[in-house]
T-cell receptor, first 115, second 115 residues
Framework: KAGVTQTPRYLIKTRGQQVTLSCSPI?????VSWYQQTPGQGLQFLFE???????NKGNFPGRFSGRQFSNSRSEMNVSTLELGDSALYLC??????????????FGPGTRLTVL | AQTVTQSQPEMSVQEAETVTLSCTYD???????LFWYKQPPSRQMILVIR??????QNATENRFSVNFQKAAKSFSLKISDSQLGDAAMYFC????????????FGKGTRLSVIA
């Protein structure tokens, strides 16, 4: 079974631009969660999508948005990029039945650098 | 709000020795799950071990075991017979059982294994 894939793996943008990251979950998984990982803050939850609906949202500004398609693939978008948005963005997929008992499978991440 | 604290940013262990990584958490919930995730240098995070708060027996997965002290809100990970492949960032995480609330992660402990 193929794992979680994320594209692109590396991205360099300049301040003010916008970016779209993509995540393809494991086949059969209906939940996709997104996290921002930085050395100072660790892993911070952005949002979770389940069956095309946002089920949970973290404490990030409205510049961060996402969506999920009918095939469970998910995209996240960051508009008006700031230097502080430089981070590793991880997505994780799971069955979506229960956060506590479902295993979350993580992708390799997208490394975003904002100049 | 629930918080997870990992007080050791970095640790090292000699190959074949045993190391313990610390994690404390704060919650008012009575039932919840705790996790340890491993993120090797290649960046794909994987689940190491999971513990339900209502289970008194400490979880074990091969060389990995936990010491769960519910009253003290402590959840440490013991790695026995350390191997070079154990070198990674280790994250402690929490989620409550009720509702599909997202995982809350600690900031991680970087473990180095010395040959």
């Amino acid at each position: 079974k193929a794992g979680v894939t994320q594209t692109p793996r590396y991205l360099i943008k300049t301040r003010g631009q916008q970016v779209t990251l993509s995540c393809s979950p494991i086949s059969g998984h209906r939940s996709v969660s997104w996290y921002q990982q930085t050395p100072g803050q660790g892993l911070q939850f952005l949002f979770e999508y389940f069956s095309e609906t946002q089920r949970n949202k973290g404490n990030f500004p409205g510049r961060f948005s996402g969506r999920q398609f009918s095939n469970s693939r998910s995209e996240m978008n960051v508009s008006t990029l700031e230097l502080g948005d430089s981070a590793l963005y991880l997505c994780a997929s799971s069955l979506g039945t229960s956060v506590s008992t479902d295993t979350q499978y993580f992708g390799p991440g997208t490394r975003l650098t904002v100049l | 709000a629930q918080t997870v604290t990992q007080s050791q940013p970095e640790m090292s262990v000699q190959e074949a020795e045993t190391v313990t990584l610390s994690c404390t958490y704060d919650t008012s919930e009575s039932d919840y799950y705790l996790f340890w995730y491993k993120q090797p240098p290649s960046r794909q995070m994987i689940l190491v071990i999971r513990q339900e708060a209502y289970k008194q027996q400490n979880a074990t997965e091969n060389r990995f075991s936990v010491n769960f002290q519910k009253a003290a809100k402590s959840f440490s990970l013991k790695i026995s017979d350390s191997q070079l492949g154990d070198a990674a960032m280790y994250f402690c995480a929490y989620t409550r059982v009720s509702g599909n609330t997202p995982l809350v992660f600690g900031k991680g402990t970087r473990l180095s294994v010395i040959a």
